[in-house]
């Protein structure tokens, strides 16, 4: 059988680790309205905030994962330009956040080159000629139909997401789907990601640890590395095994927000690729979905929200930010530290200055 993926072409992932306990959820069964499916995907919602999408058997799905691996060599292609190229599209000259992005790390590269991990942030609205576009390489321009096709394609799988949620949550027809329509302004973007090799490092696993800010974050990886915390501990971490024909989804800070709690946002990072992959450099490429810019990111109103107790008395007191505002301050370190149900976790981390553009500074 041809292979969809490369995966196989990658030493696999061990199998003598303990991996994280995701479910699959069958994108081809969402998109047929299948009761089962719709229920396990809101339990994985709620539970652990984090799961497959199984995409084979689905149009939409196998469309997506032949697309993502043409992004997966485009984004090679793009780390592979000299620093001085890339520097061109860099922060904080471009953009505070829709930039590429780089920590520089131990070594040189053939070419006497300081070698990087770096990411690089593609609004979804540059794409989609929604706005005035920021300057951007022209091997992204040559690939222009490839990324305004996955990015309609990503957002249209988040839809069918969507109505789901909005459905088990009992909230009146297209309440979710109102606050993401592709055609507004908003802080989607397309990511590319790079990571070279490295010895497994604590205070840079700690600096890694975030929670995404926007609605769902559809995830390709090909290699392990992505690690979540365990629900109910302080610090048990575990391995996302990649699947071939699925990709990782999570919820991030918006849901959490909107449903005053009732959906998950899981805190996870990014760590060398476990021991038989480990000598490997690792690309991720991630889509983020989140709400149009002018949302306010505060529950919503109906359905069994009502019923979720308030955190606190003050809640409808507290400082109203909106979706814009909220992105911006967490990808530009202004409002450091993990977000969770609770609100803000006791651990948290200030960026010190001498690595501003650092890839650390997370989702
Ligand atoms: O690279 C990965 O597997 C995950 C990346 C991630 O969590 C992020 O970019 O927010
Ligand atoms: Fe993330």
Known sequence: ???????????????DIETAPLVS??????????????????????????????????????????????????????????????DVYGRPHLHPF???RYTETEGKDENGQQLRNANYNLRKDDILGQCERLACHQLILEHQELFEKYVRHCRAAVNVLLSHLNKQLELPEGTLLNLHRIEERSGDHVRFTQNLPHEFNEDRARRAEHTDFGSLTVLFNWLGGLQIRKPNTEDDWVYVKPIPG???????????????????????????????????TRNSLVFFTRPEDKVILKRLKGGIIDKQPRSNENEDDEEEMTSHEWIMKRGTGQLPGIFTSKGFEGRTYDAPAHIAPSVSIPA
Do not use: W
């Open 246 to 280: 699925s990709c990782i989804v999570n919820l991030g800070d918006a849901m959490v927000k909107f449903t005053a709690g009732i959906l998950r946002s899981n805190i996870h990072r990014v760590v060398p690729a476990p021991s038989t992959q480990s000598h490997l």
């Open 98 to 100: 829709y930039a590429y």
């Open 25 to 86: 959820v069958s994108f081809s069964k969402l998109e047929n309205n299948d009761d089962q499916a719709s229920e396990d995907f809101f339990k994985a919602s709620k539970e652990l905030g984090f799961f497959y999408l199984d995409f084979l058997g689905s149009e939409l799905g196998e469309t997506i994962v032949k697309e993502a691996e043409q992004l997966n060599k485009v984004q090679k292609e793009f780390f592979a330009l000299p620093n001085e190229v890339k």
């Open 1 to 15: 059988m041809a292979h969809l993926t490369s995966h196989h072409t990658l030493p696999p992932f061990p199998d």
